[in-house]
């Protein structure tokens, strides 16, 4: 990784992400954890970047990461019929009370 290349939107996010895991893990306390975000949307380089994250541990994603993104895309498909059914139900009343 060259440490001078700018820094993307993408890259701030997945710092965030990993910011957040350690928050959760009890690595960083929640006074950390906001200023490290601070830093994170003010840095320019994936160095001032990785800088942020240096003295914390590599985690590979919480295992069931991939379930749990699966069961909320789940639930706002359930969602979405429930609000489809309504919506239509709302509209085969409208159309008999006329």
Avoid: C, K, N, Y
């Amino acid at each position: 990784m060259d440490v001078q290349l700018r820094a993307s939107d993408d890259d701030r996010h997945r710092v965030v992400a990993e910011l957040q895991r350690h928050t959760g893990a009890g690595r960083l306390t929640l006074d950390e954890f906001s200023d490290r975000v601070a830093a994170v949307w003010t840095a320019r380089t994936l160095g001032e970047l990785a800088d942020l994250t240096r003295d914390l541990p590599t985690a590979p994603a919480p295992a069931g990461a991939d379930d749990a993104t699966g069961h909320g895309r789940r639930e706002l498909l359930v969602l979405f019929a429930v609000a489809a059914a309504t919506l239509l139900l709302l509209g085969i009343f409208m159309a008999l009370s006329r």
